[in-house]
């Protein structure tokens, strides 16, 4: 299985401030996803990271709010820019291995204030 | 569009068997995930089809007909740590995982 690191596991941040979520892959993966998971619902998916270009956003979810770096195969980073308190949720990365296997890092568990 | 369902809620007694269904309807079909979520941490690889029929591993065993566009899991020899959200997902023909909300497990001694 894939070892992804993600980090920072939790976080409470003021309203109007930024968070970068980081993950870390063990390997090199060609397909990088970053979900949000809000209290008691399965998970919502905000962007495909893709190396070397901008990221793939999914209806509802824009750039200028959710900027994704994705520098290399094995590392992609997710901010939260300008967060309130809707924003408050668990932030997930997740990558494909081989098309049939897909691994999540920890969670970075959110709350705005 | 796309949908996954599944119920949401489901107990069950430790030791018996249960069975979570799953229905889907996905722009192209490249295999179904199973997915064990506890709460407050993220989901964990169960199982995947991509062909009919029966796929059994240790106490766990997930089904697919596509034909039918349905899947179940089936847990057996229940345990009180089964007792967690289970995902059933979709992946399209973009290799996009679609995911349904879930059906929490709730099992009693």
């Known amino acids: 299985s894939a070892v992804i690191s993600q980090k920072p596991s939790r976080d409470i941040c003021q309203r109007g401030t930024s968070l970068t979520i980081q993950c870390q892959v063990d390997s090199q993966v060609t397909m990088m996803f970053w979900y949000r998971q809000q209290p008691g619902q399965s998970l919502t998916l905000i962007a495909t990271a893709n190396q070397g270009s901008e990221a793939t956003y999914e209806s509802g979810f824009v750039i200028d709010k959710f900027p994704i770096s994705r520098p290399n195969l094995t590392f992609s980073t997710l901010t939260v820019s300008n967060m309130s308190p809707e924003d408050s949720s668990i932030y997930l990365c997740?990558?494909?291995?081989?098309?049939?296997?897909?691994?999540f890092g920890q969670g970075t568990r959110l709350t705005v204030v | 569009g796309q949908n996954i369902d599944q119920p949401t809620e489901m107990t069950a007694t430790e030791g018996a068997i249960v069975q979570i269904n799953c229905t889907y309807q996905?722009?192209?079909?490249?295999?179904l995930f199973w997915y064990q979520q506890h709460a407050g941490e993220a989901p964990t690889f169960l199982s995947y089809n991509v062909l009919d029929g029966l796929e059994e591993k240790g106490r766990f065993s997930s089904f697919l007909s596509r034909s039918k566009g349905y899947s179940y899991l089936l847990l057996k020899e229940l345990q009180m740590k089964d007792s967690a959200s289970y995902l059933c997902a979709v992946m399209d023909s973009n290799y996009q995982l679609i995911w349904g909300a879930g059906t929490k497990l709730i099992i009693k001694p």
């Open positions: 996905t722009s192209g079909f490249n295999g």
């Open positions: 997740s990558v494909l291995r081989g098309d049939t296997e897909a691994f």
